[in-house]
């Protein structure tokens, strides 16, 4: 909140409890980021005078940048808004209502932050009104004042997708971070063990064919990096409300498809080397079809879990990263072992 609002609202001794609840600098809404200094037309004005009073006005209120206007009536309900561009362009007898656009997204006093943010975003504002419940016109949110806004919200959503507490800082007290850290630590340790249940299910194929070991951790770090692309554009989507339930089916599909065209690419890439390496091509084709099995259930994954979670009404970014990874881990394992068990007499 700017401070000249701030010095306004000291300086009127007001004690109205409304009026210090809508600038409570504790509160994370609308009314607690909004500026009372802006720019703002009557509808029964002709475009002349409107450019008359937004001369004197920006002389009195010392604006020096102006970008849209907002248009009240004689009551001061909100009824539109306009560029400055559209008004110097217009025929100077015309009236203000016929030059405005009529339709202003506005939101109300208590509305959160992260919504406002939201909002901006999603229909490249760069300023918000905000309105009471009658729909009077009671300040603007700028994108200026949004921005500690934007960078937290982007934080919390990376924060949460690593199982990081958000209040941690990289200098912060040891014991905090410990403290923050260590729970998520110990949950992937367990489903870390999930992964390695697998390897000892499949240890006797191993010990026969020592050269499978050296691709475990390809073929899972793939998995992991192509399920962790996925989520976090699945999670910033989310957040932006860019993709809804119905998108589901073509996520998937898409999902799919590029796990798979990207496992044929990198599944073949590291069949050659792994040819050239012990010259044996069943080995390399087990190699290639984990590949690209692997990379397609990461994609899924990556789609289907913040999904998941919505249903669920958790948090998207909850810890993911550790979930999927974990998916991809294992999943991986299962198909590369799985078919080296198969054909373990052809490549021996």
Known sequence: MSELIKQTLKSSNQTDPELSDLFDDDTEDAGSLMSAVYLVLEDNMSVQGAMDHVRNQSLEKNIDEISYILVVDSEGILKGGLNVS??????????????????????????DQEQCALIMEKYNLLTLAVTDSYGRLEG??????????????????M?????????????????TSVKGRFPWLFVNLITAGLAAMVII?????LTKVIALAAFLPVIAGQGGIVGTQTLTLMV??????????????????????????????????????????????YLSLVIGFSMMGNLAVAGISGVALPIFLRAMKLDPALSSAVVVTTVTDVVGFLIYLGMATLVINLII
């Not at 299910?201 to 194929?205: G, I, N």
């Open 201 to 205: 299910v499949f240890e006797s194929t």
């Open 236 to 281: 910033r989507s989310m957040a932006l409300e860019e993709i809804s339930h119905e998108d589901t089916k073509k996520l998937l599909i898409k999902e799919l498809s590029l796990g798979l065209v990207h496992g044929f690419v990198l599944g073949l890439i590291a069949g050659i080397v792994a040819y050239f390496w012990q010259e044996n091509i």
């Open 86 to 111: 559209q008004l110097v362009i217009s025929e100077p007898t015309e009236m203000i209502t016929s030059v405005m656009y009529p339709d202003i997204i506005s939101v109300s006093a208590d509305t």
């Open 159 to 175: 924060y949460k997708m690593v199982g990081v507490d958000e209040e941690e800082k990289i200098l912060g007290p040891f014991l």
């Open 140 to 157: 603007i949110v700028k994108i200026e004042d949004m921005i500690d806004v934007f960078q937290d919200e982007a934080t919390e959503d």
